[in-house]
């Protein structure tokens, strides 16, 4: 299989507060256009917020008519900050990044492969190509509004997240570093001119 490769995000010039907290903090990073932030979101955070009253919650790239809706939802425990590239550093700075979404299925879900080479544990939709990123004891992949509670429920006790991040890291490193990618190509490009030099 050779994945999409991804660069590791650029780290933050603060040092990295995950160590030093311990409140949990989940962020949503995501391209600010109204298809990717539909308004079933709001509902699906109200209850998410109302179950898990240690969360602190960030956005990336919300539209404005939308933030102080969930601001609400959020029992005003949101931070909201606006897309761009390097909105990427705050993958070091979150304990996991959930993205859900109710109709729209990620090919890919290359935020969810950069979220994981930064150690920050994917929270995502158990459809399309997050299936193919997100492993047991690397991030959760959830099919309901419950399994993404039980996913926060998980990561409430420091030790456990710090080992999911750990390993999600170490998972990230080999599936989709740019060195693993040039390694599976190399083998590719390998194997297929061995093919062509035995052929008649």
């Given at each position: ?63 404005p008519e939308l933030a102080a809706s ?69 991030g959760f992949c959830c099919g309901s ?56």
């Open positions: 299989m050779l994945y999409q490769p991804v660069p590791r995000p650029p780290r933050p010039q603060r040092s990295e507060t995950r160590a030093l907290r311990e409140q949990l903090v989940v962020g949503r990073l995501c391209t600010p256009t109204a298809v990717k932030w539909p308004p079933m979101l709001v509902p699906f955070y109200a209850r998410l917020s109302q179950e898990h009253p240690q969360v602190a919650w960030v956005f990336v790239g919300c539209p969930l601001m609400t939802a959020c029992q005003e425990r949101a931070r909201f900050h606006p897309a761009g590239w390097g909105a990427r550093q705050r993958l070091w700075e979150w304990d996991a990044l959930l993205y859900h979404h109710p109709t729209l299925a990620e090919s890919f879900g290359r935020t969810a492969a950069e979220a994981l080479r930064a150690g920050c544990i994917p929270i995502v939709d158990d459809r399309g190509g997050f299936r193919e990123q997100v492993t047991a004891c690397t509004v419950a399994d993404f509670s039980r996913a926060l429920e998980t990561l409430r006790r420091v030790p456990k997240r710090r080992a999911w991040s750990r390993r999600g890291m170490a998972r990230a490193e080999a599936r989709f570093s740019l060195a693993a990618f040039r390694e599976r190509f190399r083998r590719l490009l390998t194997a297929g001119a061995e093919v062509v030099g035995e052929s008649p």
